[in-house]
């Protein structure tokens, strides 16, 4: 099947994009925003604790998303043990000598979990940490609790408290990616912005492209590095927030052989139709594989994406590929990240959808 070109008619309406496009422009400044918010908040009290028996980075609904981001950004070779929490509770064992940092964007429903989570934290006696609107519903709780709270400014993004959760675990002695690291982030992220941006026609445009491949189908995002699963993750939460598109999500190896029965079974490119189809008009939905290649992934990293590879095209399925250059863990992460969001917001102009993640500035 021949590649489809972007219609760049689609760009031409009023709003086309909204703040999505917006957001995805400018990543590299909003990340280098919220790591400056939370250097000058006053982080005394985290650096008088010193390091945490362990790190718990809280978020729920968009927020959730910047917790996963600033986890993988840490690494699993992180010497403090880092957990991800998306709901209203704790894990049991969370107590006094561990750290919560929380990240919240407007108050309302998404912000009530996280909210919930950090109060939980404070009546076990953990450090808290956090950051959101400077009028955000952690703003008073960290006030009242004697924690650290720093204020993002600006629209909601993705960015913002990925930068400012990362700078909050630093100054409590996690090792987290350096100030050379985050900016080198923040250069990817712009390199991608110029080489995806709306102006750049199709044939030269990879986000565009990608968003043409998609469209009309269920895309399977594979990733077989911590960071490059992390990028998947984002991409299948930032594809339902930005366009309403529905996108799976799998990390090798552990995913490999759901992915591959599933490419071989009814929504693969040959699997058996429903019997409610018409044979002639119904070509019905299928699986697209979408493979997150990390340049520094390694040999067992190539093997399960070529693995997950060799299964689609024996499926019958095309596959699109999303890789970035070399560099360290944060920057590889934001360039893989960088890419499949321009892409959201090509599928939502594709499909002329405006959604809630067009969202009002924060502070």
């Excluded at 994009?17 to 995805?24: D, I, Q, V």
């Excluded at 991800?84 to 009530?112: E, I, N, Q, Y």
Aim: hydrophobic content about 50%; charged content about 20%; aromatic content about 4%.
């Amino acid at each position: 099947m021949a590649a489809r070109e972007f219609d760049e008619t689609l760009l031409e309406r009023p709003g086309a994009g909204g703040a999505a496009a917006r957001a995805a422009a400018s990543a590299g400044a909003h990340v280098r925003a919220g790591r400056a918010a939370a250097l000058d908040a006053d982080t005394g009290v985290l650096e008088a604790l010193g390091r945490p028996r362990a790190l718990v980075l809280a978020g729920s609904g968009a927020e959730a998303v910047a917790a996963d981001v600033a986890a993988a950004a840490l690494g699993p070779g992180c010497p403090v043990p880092v957990q991800v929490v998306r709901g209203r509770g704790l894990p049991g064992w969370v107590g006094a000598a561990d750290l919560v940092v929380a990240v919240s964007g407007r108050a309302g429903p998404a912000a009530d979990p996280v909210a919930a989570c950090a109060a939980e934290a404070v009546r076990r006696g953990c450090a808290l940490a956090a950051a959101g609107p400077s009028d955000g519903p952690l703003a008073a709780l960290a006030e009242q609790s004697r924690g650290v709270y720093a204020p993002l400014r600006g629209p909601a993004t993705l960015w913002g408290p990925v930068g400012a959760a990362l700078a909050l675990a630093s100054a409590a002695g996690v090792p987290a990616p350096s100030a050379e690291d985050v900016e080198a982030a923040a250069a990817r992220m712009d390199e991608v912005a110029a080489a995806c941006a709306p102006s750049v026609e199709s044939w030269e445009n990879e986000a565009k492209t990608l968003a043409a491949d998609l469209a009309g189908t269920l895309p399977l995002a594979c990733g077989s590095t911590p960071e490059a699963a992390a990028a998947a993750r984002c991409f299948a939460a930032r594809a339902a927030a930005v366009a309403a598109y529905p996108v799976l999500a799998v990390s090798l190896p552990e995913g490999l052989g759901t992915a591959a029965t599933a490419l071989s079974g009814p929504l693969g490119a040959e699997g058996p139709r429903s019997i409610f189809d018409d044979p002639v008009e119904d070509a019905g939905v299928r699986l697209h594989p979408v493979v997150l290649e990390d340049p520094d992934g390694g040999p067992d990293a190539e093997a399960d994406l070529a693995a997950l590879q060799d299964a689609a095209h024996a499926a019958g399925a095309r596959v699109s590929r999303v890789s970035t250059g070399p560099g360290e863990r944060m920057e590889r992460l934001a360039g893989l990240i960088a890419l499949t969001d321009y892409a959201t917001v090509y599928l939502a102009a594709a499909y002329q959808v405006e959604t809630a993640a067009d969202e009002p500035s924060q502070g």
